[in-house]
T-cell receptor, first 113, second 114 residues
Framework: GDSVTQMEGPVTLSEEAFLTINCTYT??????LFWYVQYPGEGLQLLLK?????DKGSNKGFEATYRKETTSFHLEKGSVQVSDSAVYFC????????????FGTGTLLAVQP | NAGVTQTPKFQVLKTGQSMTLQCAQD?????MSWYRQDPGMGLRLIHY???????DQGEVPNGYNVSRSTTEDFPLRLLSAAPSQTSVYFC?????????????FGQGTRLTVV
Protein backbone atom coordinates (compact mmCIF):
# COMPACT_ATOMS: atom_id res chain seq x y z
CA GLY A 1 0.00 0.00 0.00
CA ASP A 2 0.87 3.66 -0.09
CA SER A 3 3.34 4.94 2.49
CA VAL A 4 5.41 7.97 3.45
CA THR A 5 8.85 7.86 5.02
CA GLN A 6 10.44 10.90 6.54
CA MET A 7 13.66 11.42 8.43
CA GLU A 8 13.81 10.72 12.12
CA GLY A 9 14.06 13.63 14.48
CA PRO A 10 14.61 15.58 16.44
CA VAL A 11 16.44 18.04 14.23
CA THR A 12 18.17 20.74 16.24
CA LEU A 13 19.44 23.84 14.43
CA SER A 14 20.69 27.27 15.30
CA GLU A 15 18.76 30.29 14.13
CA GLU A 16 19.48 31.23 10.48
CA ALA A 17 20.73 27.72 9.63
CA PHE A 18 19.61 25.87 6.48
CA LEU A 19 16.92 23.24 6.95
CA THR A 20 16.26 20.06 5.01
CA ILE A 21 13.74 17.44 6.11
CA ASN A 22 13.72 14.43 3.80
CA CYS A 23 10.51 12.77 2.67
CA THR A 24 10.04 9.90 0.25
CA TYR A 25 6.86 8.13 -0.72
CA THR A 26 5.47 4.95 -2.21
CA UNK A 27 2.24 5.15 -4.17
CA UNK A 28 0.45 3.01 -6.71
CA UNK A 29 -0.97 5.98 -8.61
CA UNK A 30 -0.26 9.68 -8.93
CA UNK A 31 -0.66 11.30 -5.52
CA UNK A 32 -0.71 14.88 -4.34
CA LEU A 33 1.95 15.66 -1.74
CA PHE A 34 1.66 17.86 1.33
CA TRP A 35 3.66 19.23 4.22
CA TYR A 36 1.68 19.91 7.39
CA VAL A 37 3.08 21.67 10.45
CA GLN A 38 2.02 21.22 14.06
CA TYR A 39 3.04 23.98 16.46
CA PRO A 40 3.14 23.13 20.17
CA GLY A 41 -0.34 22.59 21.59
CA GLU A 42 -2.07 23.08 18.25
CA GLY A 43 -3.58 21.03 15.48
CA LEU A 44 -2.02 20.43 12.08
CA GLN A 45 -2.11 23.13 9.46
CA LEU A 46 -1.17 22.98 5.82
CA LEU A 47 2.26 24.42 5.10
CA LEU A 48 2.49 23.73 1.37
CA LYS A 49 1.46 21.26 -1.29
CA UNK A 50 2.24 20.07 -4.81
CA UNK A 51 -0.12 18.16 -7.06
CA UNK A 52 2.00 17.09 -10.03
CA UNK A 53 5.55 16.23 -10.95
CA UNK A 54 8.06 19.10 -10.86
CA ASP A 55 5.59 21.36 -9.03
CA LYS A 56 7.18 23.44 -6.29
CA GLY A 57 5.09 24.27 -3.25
CA SER A 58 6.18 27.26 -1.16
CA ASN A 59 4.98 29.17 1.88
CA LYS A 60 6.58 31.21 4.70
CA GLY A 61 10.05 30.69 3.20
CA PHE A 62 9.64 26.89 3.05
CA GLU A 63 9.84 25.06 -0.27
CA ALA A 64 9.41 21.51 -1.52
CA THR A 65 9.56 20.12 -5.07
CA TYR A 66 7.57 17.07 -6.24
CA ARG A 67 10.19 14.72 -7.71
CA LYS A 68 8.48 11.79 -9.39
CA GLU A 69 11.72 10.19 -10.58
CA THR A 70 13.04 9.91 -7.01
CA THR A 71 9.60 9.74 -5.32
CA SER A 72 10.63 12.52 -3.00
CA PHE A 73 9.23 15.76 -1.57
CA HIS A 74 11.97 17.19 0.65
CA LEU A 75 11.22 20.28 2.73
CA GLU A 76 13.77 23.10 2.73
CA LYS A 77 14.18 26.54 4.23
CA GLY A 78 17.16 28.79 3.77
CA SER A 79 17.19 30.45 7.20
CA VAL A 80 15.17 29.03 10.08
CA GLN A 81 13.81 31.05 12.98
CA VAL A 82 12.98 30.07 16.55
CA SER A 83 9.32 30.43 15.61
CA ASP A 84 9.73 27.54 13.11
CA SER A 85 10.12 25.08 15.99
CA ALA A 86 7.36 22.54 15.44
CA VAL A 87 6.62 19.02 14.21
CA TYR A 88 6.55 18.68 10.42
CA PHE A 89 4.53 15.95 8.70
CA CYS A 90 4.89 14.84 5.11
CA UNK A 91 1.68 13.36 3.67
CA UNK A 92 0.17 12.11 0.43
CA UNK A 93 -3.33 11.91 -0.91
CA UNK A 94 -4.24 9.56 -3.69
CA UNK A 95 -7.85 8.58 -3.07
CA UNK A 96 -10.05 11.42 -4.24
CA UNK A 97 -13.18 9.60 -3.10
CA UNK A 98 -12.19 9.65 0.58
CA UNK A 99 -9.60 12.46 0.82
CA UNK A 100 -7.62 10.04 2.96
CA UNK A 101 -4.23 11.41 3.93
CA UNK A 102 -1.32 9.06 4.55
CA PHE A 103 1.19 10.61 6.91
CA GLY A 104 4.81 10.10 7.71
CA THR A 105 5.82 9.78 11.34
CA GLY A 106 6.64 13.46 11.76
CA THR A 107 9.93 15.27 12.37
CA LEU A 108 10.44 17.49 15.38
CA LEU A 109 12.41 20.64 14.58
CA ALA A 110 13.94 22.62 17.44
CA VAL A 111 15.55 25.94 16.55
CA GLN A 112 17.83 27.48 19.15
CA PRO A 113 18.55 31.24 19.34
CA ASN B 1 -13.24 32.16 12.48
CA ALA B 2 -13.84 28.97 14.47
CA GLY B 3 -12.95 26.42 11.76
CA VAL B 4 -12.86 22.90 13.27
CA THR B 5 -13.65 22.76 16.98
CA GLN B 6 -12.97 19.71 19.12
CA THR B 7 -14.09 19.11 22.69
CA PRO B 8 -12.84 18.21 25.19
CA LYS B 9 -9.15 19.09 24.87
CA PHE B 10 -8.11 16.60 27.55
CA GLN B 11 -9.84 13.53 28.99
CA VAL B 12 -8.92 10.71 31.35
CA LEU B 13 -11.06 7.56 31.22
CA LYS B 14 -11.05 4.33 33.12
CA THR B 15 -10.88 1.08 31.18
CA GLY B 16 -14.36 0.06 30.09
CA GLN B 17 -15.89 3.52 30.22
CA SER B 18 -17.51 5.04 27.15
CA MET B 19 -17.38 8.59 25.91
CA THR B 20 -17.95 10.79 22.89
CA LEU B 21 -15.39 13.13 21.38
CA GLN B 22 -17.12 16.06 19.76
CA CYS B 23 -16.15 17.68 16.46
CA ALA B 24 -17.91 20.59 14.78
CA GLN B 25 -16.98 22.66 11.75
CA ASP B 26 -18.53 25.92 10.56
CA UNK B 27 -17.14 25.95 7.01
CA UNK B 28 -19.92 23.91 5.40
CA UNK B 29 -17.41 21.23 4.45
CA UNK B 30 -18.71 17.97 2.99
CA UNK B 31 -15.87 15.71 4.07
CA MET B 32 -14.93 15.02 7.71
CA SER B 33 -12.47 12.56 9.22
CA TRP B 34 -11.08 11.33 12.50
CA TYR B 35 -7.39 10.50 12.92
CA ARG B 36 -5.38 9.28 15.87
CA GLN B 37 -1.79 10.35 16.44
CA ASP B 38 0.59 7.99 18.20
CA PRO B 39 4.32 8.40 18.80
CA GLY B 40 6.41 7.08 15.94
CA MET B 41 3.35 6.33 13.80
CA GLY B 42 2.15 9.64 12.39
CA LEU B 43 -1.60 10.03 12.01
CA ARG B 44 -3.87 7.13 11.08
CA LEU B 45 -7.43 7.37 9.77
CA ILE B 46 -10.14 5.97 12.04
CA HIS B 47 -13.42 6.85 10.24
CA TYR B 48 -14.49 9.32 7.62
CA UNK B 49 -17.65 10.82 6.16
CA UNK B 50 -18.28 12.20 2.67
CA UNK B 51 -21.54 13.89 3.63
CA UNK B 52 -24.42 13.89 6.09
CA UNK B 53 -25.71 10.37 6.62
CA UNK B 54 -22.67 8.71 5.02
CA UNK B 55 -19.79 7.25 7.01
CA ASP B 56 -17.16 4.59 6.40
CA GLN B 57 -14.21 2.92 8.10
CA GLY B 58 -10.63 3.99 7.81
CA GLU B 59 -7.44 2.19 8.68
CA VAL B 60 -8.00 1.63 12.44
CA PRO B 61 -11.80 1.60 13.12
CA ASN B 62 -12.05 -1.08 15.80
CA GLY B 63 -13.47 0.18 19.10
CA TYR B 64 -14.89 3.38 17.60
CA ASN B 65 -18.27 4.42 16.20
CA VAL B 66 -19.25 7.52 14.26
CA SER B 67 -22.39 9.10 12.87
CA ARG B 68 -23.04 12.17 10.73
CA SER B 69 -26.55 13.48 11.19
CA THR B 70 -25.67 17.04 10.14
CA THR B 71 -23.05 18.60 7.88
CA GLU B 72 -21.51 20.42 10.85
CA ASP B 73 -21.02 17.63 13.42
CA PHE B 74 -19.05 14.39 13.38
CA PRO B 75 -18.80 12.83 16.85
CA LEU B 76 -16.50 9.91 17.62
CA ARG B 77 -17.71 7.39 20.19
CA LEU B 78 -15.51 5.08 22.21
CA LEU B 79 -17.69 2.15 23.15
CA SER B 80 -15.56 0.57 25.89
CA ALA B 81 -12.27 2.37 26.40
CA ALA B 82 -9.03 0.38 26.45
CA PRO B 83 -5.48 1.51 27.31
CA SER B 84 -4.55 0.97 23.63
CA GLN B 85 -6.86 3.88 22.80
CA THR B 86 -4.65 6.31 24.71
CA SER B 87 -3.76 8.75 21.96
CA VAL B 88 -4.27 12.24 20.58
CA TYR B 89 -7.34 12.44 18.36
CA PHE B 90 -7.72 14.90 15.52
CA CYS B 91 -10.83 15.77 13.58
CA UNK B 92 -10.39 17.16 10.07
CA UNK B 93 -12.67 18.56 7.38
CA UNK B 94 -12.35 19.24 3.65
CA UNK B 95 -14.63 21.25 1.38
CA UNK B 96 -14.84 18.54 -1.29
CA UNK B 97 -13.35 15.33 -2.54
CA UNK B 98 -10.29 15.12 -4.72
CA UNK B 99 -6.68 14.32 -4.01
CA UNK B 100 -5.66 17.99 -4.29
CA UNK B 101 -7.96 19.18 -1.54
CA UNK B 102 -6.52 20.54 1.70
CA UNK B 103 -7.68 19.21 5.07
CA UNK B 104 -8.37 21.55 8.01
CA PHE B 105 -7.64 20.14 11.46
CA GLY B 106 -8.97 20.80 14.93
CA GLN B 107 -6.66 21.33 17.90
CA GLY B 108 -6.95 17.75 19.07
CA THR B 109 -8.20 15.81 22.07
CA ARG B 110 -5.61 14.15 24.29
CA LEU B 111 -7.17 10.98 25.71
CA THR B 112 -5.64 8.83 28.44
CA VAL B 113 -7.20 5.48 29.35
CA VAL B 114 -6.07 4.07 32.69
Amino acid sequence: GDSVTQMEGPVTLSEEAFLTINCTYTATGYPSLFWYVQYPGEGLQLLLKATKADDKGSNKGFEATYRKETTSFHLEKGSVQVSDSAVYFCALSEDGATNKLIFGTGTLLAVQP
Amino acid sequence: NAGVTQTPKFQVLKTGQSMTLQCAQDMNHEYMSWYRQDPGMGLRLIHYSVGAGITDQGEVPNGYNVSRSTTEDFPLRLLSAAPSQTSVYFCASSPRGGRRTEAFFGQGTRLTVV
